[in-house]
C-alpha cells in the first residue's frame, strides 16, 4: 500500500470512527472528524500531511504514475 492510499483510508476510518463515538458516547467527538477534515483542505492546498511525513519516516513508499 502507498502513502496516498494510506492516508485516505487512515482519514475515512478516523473520521467513520468520530461520528459512530458521536452518536454513542458524545457529540463532541465530532470535533474530530472537523480536524481531520481541516487537515485534508490544508493538505490539498499546502500540499503537507503529517501523517504522510511519519509514513515516509517509516519507510512506506510513494506511489508512482503507473500504479494510478
Known sequence: ???DKT?????GLV???S????Q????A???VAIAVG????????TGTCPLSFALRRLGMRESNCAEQ
Open 1 to 3: 500500500m502507498t502513502i
Open 7 to 11: 492516508v485516505r483510508l487512515v482519514a
Open 15 to 17: 473520521v467513520a470512527l
Open 19 to 22: 461520528v459512530l463515538l458521536m
Open 24 to 27: 454513542l458516547h458524545s457529540p
Open 29 to 31: 467527538w465530532g470535533w
Open 38 to 45: 481541516l487537515s485534508l483542505a490544508q493538505s490539498a492546498f
